[in-house]
């Protein structure tokens, strides 16, 4: 079955400490992994995707497929980072699975 | 605004109406996506089309849900006999359709039925 799992529904930090958006997956060959974020009022927008091995944002994702992980991480949370991040995988170039999203709130 | 547009932004209907949403996606675009949200989840896919065709719809797609794409630009979604379980918030989405290119999310709409 094809599946993406967020565990944390919230994950709270202080502004400056590291975060870590946890995100694994369950799909029968290689798929494609993307981070969307959505910032309060805005709409659902690309982060990143792991083909293209960027740093947006300063977040960075690698994709573990032994452990069929794609963990988000910013090594220092910013307050406007503070966005509901969902993951989600595509395996044949087209639609989007995606995960129940983690909310990520960054205190001052 | 060159984005993905929805019409309209909000919508509430009584039980058993019918409803038709609008989506038109960026100039150029060949892929459409259609996805609904309900609370507490992420977008859940609903069908897509390159240019006018209908590749793939979901098993959430009831009978009672059609979309078309007829001229292969805008793209409308129309849910009959409405249910309380309908609502949810309907995203659209479109790509220009050359492999996995990203997707462009729209502001959505959001359902209502009472």
């Known amino acids: 079955a094809q599946r993406v799992t967020q565990p944390e529904k919230l994950l709270s930090v202080f502004k400056g400490a590291p975060v870590e958006l946890k995100c694994n997956y369950s799909?029968?060959?290689?798929?494609?992994l993307f981070w969307y974020v959505q910032y309060s009022r805005q709409r659902l927008q690309l982060l990143l995707r792991h083909i293209s091995r960027e740093s947006i944002k300063g977040f960075t994702a690698d994709l573990n497929k032994g452990e069929t992980s794609f963990h988000l991480k910013k090594p220092f949370a910013q307050e406007e980072d503070s966005a509901m991040y969902y993951c989600?995988?595509?395996?044949?170039?087209?639609?989007?699975?995606f995960g129940t999203g983690t909310r990520l709130q960054v205190f001052p | 605004d060159t984005g993905v547009s929805q019409d309209p932004r909000h919508k509430i209907t009584k039980r058993g109406q019918n409803v038709t949403f609008r989506c038109d996606p960026i100039?150029?675009?060949?892929?459409l996506y259609w996805y609904r949200q309900t609370l507490g989840q992420g977008p859940e896919f609903l069908t897509y089309f390159q240019n006018e065709a209908q590749l793939e719809k979901s098993r959430l797609l009831s009978d009672r849900f059609s979309a078309e794409r007829p001229k292969g630009s805008f793209s409308t979604l129309e849910i009959q006999r409405t249910e309380q379980g309908d609502s949810a918030m309907y995203l659209c989405?479109?790509?220009?359709?050359?492999?996995?290119?990203?997707?462009?999310f729209g502001p959505g709409t959001r359902l209502t039925v009472l």
């Open positions: 989600a995988l595509s395996g044949r170039g087209d639609k989007l699975i």
């Open positions: 100039s150029e675009h060949n892929r």
């Open positions: 799909y029968s060959g290689s798929p494609e």
């Open positions: 989405a479109s790509s220009l359709g050359v492999g996995t290119d990203t997707q462009y």
